[in-house]
């Protein structure tokens, strides 16, 4: 069966590559950051799980100080000029959209074909990471599609990946970290300390007000918590069923689903979302980091209201 | 009380725009110091959750192929191609995308298109030349502004459709959670009362896009 282990030594060694070549890049004033970085990135992928807990928690450490203390460059990759791509655009035409359309086909024959195929009693995928099995494989046939199609250099994929991770920088390991915090928080009990004080002192004796504390209270701990999930069981324990499904009767599927998506609405509004607010503005190089989430605040506001009428009329 | 402390680091180091890694260590250790636990086990805690979280940069994988691909040019052909559809605006482009995003989501299809794949080379490219047949060279204000619409678009698409998929990771979570709580229910139901927000996700978004559009158009007025 093919596991995620799999995935975690490609995409190690994609990172190992990106820190020989970081190291190589003179134009990079602080090219030796830019390797110590990924190069740790890659140690954690390649042998994270013979680290040991202590060991991982001080290579963390390791990649808040080189991020921290702007030990951090931009490498630059040889690449084509603006006016050369220009020229290759007219020349390739549509050809240029099959490695990207190749990307989701592989992903798809991924989900509906390998993941229900079985050897003998084995899966050939592991099931539970099927999807991610089926995207990493897809980004590998993809990018052989774009060498072989494009006629591009060999060892384009690792420099201009490489190029693309500089320009990605520190925000890419914001997401894994972000996670890592969620957990300590719950190691120390934080959750429940927040649930505690929202349903100790708001006030939920009429069913329009305990909607509003429900909804509202999902959409402000996701935003502290950066993660729907989080809320999802302190706020349903402490508003949710006690008092919209058993005491005012409410729908619990109807609660419930629409709690979530009212959790999803602080999602959009917070910078501890980070693979969704934080690396879209590196990834397309806007100078202000919360940009993203600036544009998404004035559809999540009118949204959450929308959320707390719904469950208002169709629960009950 | 003091457990927040962590909490109030968070918050306090995002807002004056400190490097987020340190910010989220410097957290960790706060929460862990108010808990009374001692810091060697919250730094092996937070390597612990840091590694049985590698998964999440999984997705970093697909960055070599998009970089080849910008390497051959198809950011410009992105471009050229809206130049030739000169009647398509960057409000309807965007809700065109937004539609695809939420129903490919909604059928369980979730990492067939994102930031990395499909925003940056291609949907990005596509609504700066939407704007530009319209109103002529972009400022950089204005690009920025329309490549963070872009980026908008792709997240609530993606939030507001996945969850009407029966097999979605919050909708188990959510099953899982109220079994514990006694109640039985269908994942079927969960997905189905997800619609009428996803729609409503829809039209709000959709409006402001076409806002956006309208706003753009009358800037370049002069």
Same mark, same amino acid.
């Given at each position: ?133 089926? /995207? ?17 250099? /060999? ?25 890592? /915090? ?14 505690? /004080? ?119 | 009380?003091?457990?927040?402390? %962590? ?33 060697? !086990? ?63 989501? !909604? ?16 949907i990005a490219p596509m609504a700066e030349a939407a704007v530009e047949t319209h109103t002529g060279a972009l400022a950089e204000p204005t690009r920025h502004r329309v490549r963070a ?7 609530? %698409? ?10 979605? %990771? ?35 978004? !959709? ?16």
């Amino acid at each position: 069966m093919i596991k995620l282990g799999v995935v975690y030594v490609l995409a190690g060694l994609m990172f190992a590559a990106f820190a020989i070549l970081s190291a190589a890049d003179r134009n990079n004033t602080r090219r030796f950051g830019n390797a110590a970085f990924w190069g740790l990135v890659a140690l954690s992928l390649l042998a994270g799980d013979r680290l040991g807990d202590l060991g991982n928690g001080v290579l963390v450490l390791g990649l808040a100080g080189i991020a921290g203390f702007g030990l951090l460059g931009r490498g630059q990759p040889d690449t084509t000029t603006p006016a050369e791509r220009r020229a290759l655009s007219e020349r390739f035409g549509e050809k240029l959209f099959i490695p990207a359309l190749t990307l989701p086909l592989v992903v798809i024959f991924g989900i509906l074909v390998l993941k229900p195929l079985q050897i003998g009693p084995e899966h050939l995928l592991d099931p539970k990471q099927a999807t991610l099995i089926s /995207l990493a494989l897809a980004a590998l046939i993809a990018t052989g599609v774009a060498v072989v199609l494009l006629r591009q250099p /060999l060892i384009s994929p690792l420099q201009e990946g490489r190029r693309l991770m500089d320009t990605v920088g520190w925000a890419a390991l914001l997401p894994q970290m972000l996670a890592a /915090l969620g957990a300590v928080f719950a190691l120390a009990g934080v959750g429940k300390v927040v649930g505690d /004080l929202l349903t100790t002192y708001l006030p939920m004796d009429t069913r329009a007000a305990a909607v509003a504390v429900y909804c509202l209270g999902m959409a402000g701990f996701t935003m502290i918590m950066g993660n729907a999930f989080a809320a999802f069981p302190v706020l349903t324990a402490g508003v949710a069923l006690p008092i919209l499904i058993n005491h005012f009767g409410g729908n619990p599927a109807v609660v419930c689903a629409i709690g979530m998506l009212s959790g999803f609405c602080g999602t959009l509004m917070t910078p501890l979302a980070a693979n969704f607010n934080l690396v879209p503005p590196a990834l397309l190089e806007l100078p202000d980091r919360y940009s993203v989430i600036k544009a998404q605040i004035p559809t999540a506001i009118p949204l959450l209201i929308a959320n707390m009428v719904l469950m208002y009329v169709l629960a009950f | 009380m003091l457990i927040l402390l %962590g909490v109030a680091v968070v918050v306090i180091g995002f807002a004056a725009r400190f490097n987020p890694l340190l910010v989220v260590v410097a957290a960790a250790l706060a929460t862990g110091w108010a808990a009374g636990l001692p810091p060697l !086990a919250v730094l092996a805690a937070f390597g612990k959750a840091f590694n049985e979280n590698r998964y999440v940069s999984v997705t970093l994988l697909v960055l070599p192929m998009v970089g080849v691909v910008e390497r051959a040019g198809l950011q410009e052909r992105a471009r050229a191609l809206m130049l030739r559809f000169k009647g398509v605006s960057v409000g309807p482009l965007l809700i065109a995308y937004m539609a695809f995003r939420q129903i490919t989501s !909604a059928l369980g299809l979730t990492s067939i298109a994102g930031q990395t794949q499909s925003i940056r080379p291609i949907i990005a490219p596509m609504a700066e030349a939407a704007v530009e047949t319209h109103t002529g060279a972009l400022a950089e204000p204005t690009r920025h502004r329309v490549r963070a619409f872009a980026a908008a678009t792709d997240n609530i %698409g993606y939030f507001f459709g996945e969850d009407v998929f029966v097999a979605i %990771g919050s909708i188990l979570l959510m099953v899982s959670f109220l079994a514990t709580s006694g109640i039985t229910i269908d994942p079927i139901h969960l997905s189905v009362w997800a619609i009428p927000s996803a729609l409503a996700a829809f039209a709000i978004h !959709a409006v402001r896009l076409l806002l956006f559009d309208r706003r753009l158009r009358r800037e370049a007025r002069p």
